[in-house]
């Protein structure tokens, strides 16, 4: 049917835009979950809290995660940084422990994703895995004559170590036999004087500012009768440390050379100065954490004389690095990637990233906070996990930061549409052909008026 007037067409365009306004408010105003189709902001997370067990082992931290849009939360991530991770769906815990196998610095990565399927900015942090209390350890510096002529005086001196630094309170030697002798402070010395003849057992311990104890340091004394005692202690020769100067988690070799005059058989034993103690002429050992530490052997012989040898060992940290990725722009099958490094107590001098497709690229940095450029061109489309690390000067990787990311297949970003998008654009593109119709009908009444006042003109 066409508009038979100048009139009608000038109601109609009223009603279209009326229709059109009407449409408008209905789909962008009133529409209840309508959001621009074209951006969505992604999720923000934070670890707001860490507490650590008395054992330092197990680790609690307090998660926080939100979207400023107010959208739902419909998975998580999190790596703990020693090669566990929890990749789940919903809103993650509000707390989640984990239990390490080692103590030690370890970075840990957290991420959300929205229902739009925006990831959150990881939020990376390193934790020191260490304890908060641990008991101090005994020392038994020197102990002399011994053997001893009965009735003599015998010098007893040791000290004590916290391995947290914490005050060391009290001291007790115990003489073994049924006498003993305490102080305070981290420093033990004392005299006895034996009243019968015999091989006792010495023990040492300490009490730090938390009220542990620590493990008894013993040593054998030998109390003779002046021509009855012939026999005569082990002679230390030497003692070796290799490497001189370890550091923190680094396998080292404690040697000593000893001989008995009498020719008597031999035993030694090794107080590595952290609490252990081991047997052995050669024994390996490692420090989980940096500082001086007092190394006494002590060789015996079959019938109970000692001689010790102490010595200090300078143990220096090397804390893992940093890896941190600034930015990934993705660009169709192409991909570039921002990153770089810091680490606590060196240098950052390599990286490598993994691009999750079976490839990885290595390469140098300049140096703590200096970025590199990395690019990378994908063959096929799909879901890949990009993992990025770097290394300090003395050879420790970080833990892999990682990022996840969609590449379409032979299509540059693609918008996702609402909805409510694609029915406002369906409503404005009817009412554009509505216009053109109508005008085109209105062009054919004109002519048609014309030709018949023409004819009534005739």
């Known amino acids: 049917m066409f508009i038979s007037s100048q009139r009608d067409w000038l109601r109609m365009r009223l009603y279209i835009i009326m229709l059109a306004l009407l449409l408008l408010n209905v789909v962008f105003i009133h529409a209840e979950n309508w959001r621009c189709p074209f951006y969505n902001q992604p999720p923000v997370v934070s670890i707001t809290n860490i507490t650590i067990s008395q054992d330092g082992y197990t680790v609690t931290f307090t998660l926080h995660a939100y979207d400023p849009e107010g959208d739902p939360i419909v998975a998580w991530f999190f790596d703990y940084g020693d090669n566990t991770v929890e990749n789940r769906t919903g809103s993650p815990p509000s707390k989640l422990s984990h239990k390490y196998s080692n103590l030690g ?23 020191n895995v260490f304890p908060n209390s641990a ?36 001291w007790v030697w115990d003489f073994g036999d049924g006498s003993k002798d305490q102080g305070t402070g981290f420093l033990a ?7 019968k003849e015999g091989v006792y057992v010495a023990r040492l311990t300490f009490k730090n500012e938390d009220n542990l104890l620590s493990t008894a340091a013993v040593v054998t004394v030998k109390v003779y009768v002046p021509g009855t005692e012939t026999n005569v202690p082990p002679k230390i020769e030497g003692v070796s440390v290799k490497p001189s100067n370890p550091l923190v988690g680094q396998n080292i070799t404690f040697s000593v050379s000893a001989t008995d005059p009498d020719d008597d058989i031999i035993a030694a034993e090794w107080s590595m100065g952290d609490g252990t103690y081991l047997s052995g002429f050669s024994v390996r050992h490692s420090y989980v954490q940096a500082g ?22 300078q ?6 690095p940093n890896a941190t990725i600034l930015e990934i722009n993705v660009n169709g099958m192409s991909v570039e990637l921002r990153g770089m490094g810091s680490d606590p107590d060196g240098q950052v001098v390599a990286f490598s990233v993994d691009w999750g497709d079976g490839t990885a690229d290595n390469g140098s940095l300049k140096g703590n906070g200096v970025p590199v450029k990395i690019n990378h061109v994908y063959k096929e489309g799909g879901s890949y996990i990009i993992r990025f690390k770097v290394r300090d ?24 549409y609402s909805v409510a998008a694609i029915i406002a654009a369906a409503g404005i593109g009817t009412i554009l052909l509505k216009i053109v119709l109508n005008r085109r009908g209105i062009r054919r009444i004109k002519l048609s008026n014309r030709k018949r006042h023409k004819k009534k003109l005739g």
């Open 315 to 320: 143990v220096s940290g090397n804390r893992p």
């Open 135 to 170: 008991p101090p350890y005994a020392v038994i510096d020197y102990v002399g004559p011994n053997p001893a002529v009965l009735g003599s005086s015998i010098i007893f001196s040791g000290h004590g170590v916290d391995p947290l630094g914490k005050k060391i309170v009290s």
């Open 189 to 195: 010395n004392s005299t006895h004087k034996y009243s």
């Open 105 to 127: 610095y370890y970075t840990v990565l957290f991420k959300a994703e929205d229902s739009y399927g925006a990831w959150s900015s990881p939020y990376v942090y390193t934790v």
């Open 292 to 313: 001086e530490y007092v190394v006494t052997v002590r060789v015996r012989d079959s019938r109970g004389a000692i001689s010790s040898y102490s010595t200090r060992v």
């Open 393 to 416: 000067d003395l050879g420790s990787w970080s833990s892999d930061e990682m990022r996840q990311i969609k590449i379409e297949s032979g299509r540059g970003i693609q918008p996702s």
